[in-house]
């Protein structure tokens, strides 16, 4: 692991980074959206359709040997990366919405009954809330959340008042997708496995800034998108603790999840194959891999100071701005950074600094209960990841001088 980053080394790495847009230099701060792709990753994608490509686990050919093979490799970087225990632990998905509808299904249905309280916060994204709303139809569980204070920090001692011996799952993100916001995991989930609960994180966000050790932060599951991590869509992950895993029923059926199937009976495959049912993301999985071993050549610990030295910039600099608010400063916050300004609304700024080359993020961002929250309609974000300069945080303060000039 390397302890010197140089972002613009980096940035090399990045095609998409140094192609004009709108004839400028591209200033993408969406990477809470989706993050760009290092050639790296690119060249592991067509490597594997060029030279590897078959269905896996099925064939005994010589393909099909070499694609499970790399399917395989893929997953033990992944148990690598977040210290997983067990290679079977780390389940492919789609993303971290599949991952956390693929807990709700299995486990939320298998053990919460009329009553039982499912704990998430208010600033979830909706793929942690609506999946709990879903399962509360079908069992009468209850969905409480606990609150945000104005500066986008929780405080543990509502944790500690909400969960109780009713929990029955803690279900809440690593880092906030809106805010920014860090939540204190290892002390979360003390206080639920206290009352018997089990913690779900929401990893989507916390993979890509912050080093992930799933045994250090003791909790039950993990989820994560392969896509903000710099790596392919369409490929997550669900890391599960075994004995939870085991005990948990199938969600989905169909080939490569079997042991055996007659006309009136099926029985299950061992973990991970239980809940990788059809067809997997193949190459995407080993792009994944790919972007995971990009991340850990540079080091996740050089990324994240790298990143928090241009969101301290980015922070000051914005503050700057008149008529500007960010929303979500909670100290040691990752490098999201939602704000509005009193002249326009969040759709137009985008807009309108899209001109500029600028690309942020506006809307609800998949959080309207956190919006209601702060009484807002949407906010602007802009959000960091390792190929983000100074340089792009001056040009993004000048298109918002642009907006300014535009309103008033
Ligand atoms: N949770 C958070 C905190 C997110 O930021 C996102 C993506 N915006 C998701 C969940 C959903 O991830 P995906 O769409 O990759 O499943």
């Not at 045994?215 to 890391?239: M, N, R, T």
């Not at 910039?313 to 509005?340: C, E, I, N």
């Amino acid at each position: 692991m390397s302890a010197r980053f140089d972002v613009d080394t980096a940035r090399k790495d990045f095609p998409i980074l140094s192609k004009p847009v709108r004839g400028r230099r591209l200033v993408y701060l969406d990477s809470a959206g989706s993050a760009q792709k290092p050639r790296h990753v690119i060249d592991s994608v067509r490597d594997v359709y060029e030279n590897d490509y078959a269905n896996v686990h099925r064939g005994l050919h010589y393909l099909s040997e070499r694609a499970s093979a790399r399917y395989e490799e893929a997953r033990e970087t992944v148990r690598a990366f977040i210290n997983a225990p067990e290679q079977h632990e780390v389940v492919f998905t789609g993303g971290t919405t599949e991952a956390i509808n693929l807990v709700a299904w299995s486990y939320g249905r298998s053990v919460l009954g009329p009553g039982d309280e499912v704990l998430i916060t208010c600033a979830e994204h909706h793929s942690n809330i609506v999946p709990w709303h879903l399962v509360r139809e079908q069992t009468g569980c209850v969905v409480k959340a606990v609150p945000v204070q104005d500066d986008g920090t929780f405080r543990l001692e509502d944790f500690a008042r909400l969960i109780t011996e009713r929990t029955r799952v803690v279900s809440c993100f690593h880092v906030s997708n809106v805010l920014g916001t860090v939540l204190p995991l290892r002390d979360i989930a003390r206080l639920a496995h206290a009352q018997g609960a089990v913690v779900v994180v929401d990893g989507a966000q916390g993979i890509v800034h912050l080093p992930v050790d799933v045994q250090e932060l003791e909790v039950d599951f993990y989820a994560f998108s392969g896509h903000k991590l710099y790596g392919p869509s369409g490929i997550g992950v669900l890391w599960g603790r075994a004995e939870l895993l085991e005990a948990m029923p199938p969600w989905q059926g169909g080939g490569g999840m079997i042991d055996t199937v007659t006309l009136s009976a099926t029985t299950w495959a061992d973990l991970p194959d239980k809940f990788e049912a059809g067809t997997p993301p193949i190459a995407q999985a080993i792009g994944l891999a790919a972007a995971i071993d990009y991340v850990s050549d540079i080091g996740i610990d050089a990324i994240a100071r790298h990143e928090q030295e241009v969101l301290l910039y980015a922070t000051q600099r914005l503050a700057s701005v008149p008529g500007l608010s960010l929303v979500g400063t909670a100290a040691g916050k990752a490098s999201v950074v939602s704000f509005v300004m009193d002249c326009a609304h969040p759709h137009d700024v985008s807009t309108i600094i899209d001109q500029y080359g600028v690309a942020v993020r506006a809307g609800h961002h998949c959080a309207q209960p956190l919006m209601d929250r702060f009484e807002l309609s949407s906010t602007a974000r802009a959000s960091l990841a390792l190929y983000n300069t100074t340089e792009d945080i001056d040009i993004l303060v000048e298109s918002l001088e642009k907006v300014r000039e535009i309103f008033q």
